[in-house]
Structure formats: structure tokens, C-alpha cells
């Protein structure tokens, strides 16, 4: 059985950080690109960051670029997501999400919350 289980959300002020995690179960993890995505109320859900499963190249959305961070622990099947100089407008419920061939995993989500 697939699993996504993201934790590490919370309640921040603006300029804050939170780490969050997603660990994985139920399928080759190494062999997978993982990323987080985001959805504030009222809005589409929208890429966030990405990792690729060869050379861990990294993707960032302009937003987050320079503030936020992704990286992966092959040998715990967790990804994470370092989240630096928080803004309120990060404010969002956060989704891990797994790709590999055909495959696409979505955990559950974690909330961020940014105060002003």
C-alpha cells in the first residue's frame, strides 16, 4: 500500500522557518522524482519544488526560489522541504507528491500557516 505521510507543519510568524517532512512507503522510492505542491484557500493547488531520482537536480517555483529548499534521504524514503523567510502568502495546506513512469502519489497534506 502506497503511502505519502507529510509532517512538520505549523503556526510561524513572517521570517520564520518550518521543515517539513514526507515520508514514503509502499513503493522504490530512489527510483522516484518527489515534490511538494500547495494550496491556499480559494486557489488551485501549484508546484512548489522537485527532485529528480538521478542526479537530485532540484526545480523551485519563482515564489519560493532562494528561500526554500528540497532535498531527499534515499536511506529513510523521506523527502523534505526547508522553508526559510516564511511570508504570509505561504500560507497553504502542503502536499507531498511522488512521480515515477506513470505512477503520481499524493500524501495527505500538512498545514502552513504564516502570521503577519
Known amino acids: 500500500q502506497v503511502q505519502l505521510v507529510e509532517s512538520g507543519g505549523g503556526l510561524v510568524q513572517a521570517g520564520g522557518s518550518l521543515r517539513l517532512s514526507c515520508a514514503a512507503s509502499g513503493f522504490t522510492f530512489s527510483t522516484y522524482a518527489m515534490g511538494w505542491f500547495r494550496q491556499a484557500p480559494g486557489k488551485e493547488r501549484e508546484f512548489v519544488a522537485r527532485?529528480?531520482?538521478?542526479?537530485?537536480?532540484?526545480y523551485y517555483a519563482d515564489s519560493v526560489k532562494g528561500r526554500f529548499t528540497i532535498s531527499r534521504d534515499n536511506a529513510k524514503n523521506t523527502v523534505y522541504l526547508q522553508m526559510n523567510s516564511l511570508k504570509p502568502e505561504d500560507t497553504a495546506l502542503y502536499y507531498c507528491?511522488?512521480?515515477?513512469?506513470?505512477?503520481?502519489?499524493w500524501g495527505q497534506g500538512t498545514q502552513v500557516t504564516v502570521s503577519p
Open positions: 507528491n511522488g512521480q515515477g513512469g506513470r505512477d503520481v502519489y
Open positions: 527532485i529528480t531520482w538521478t542526479r537530485y537536480n532540484t
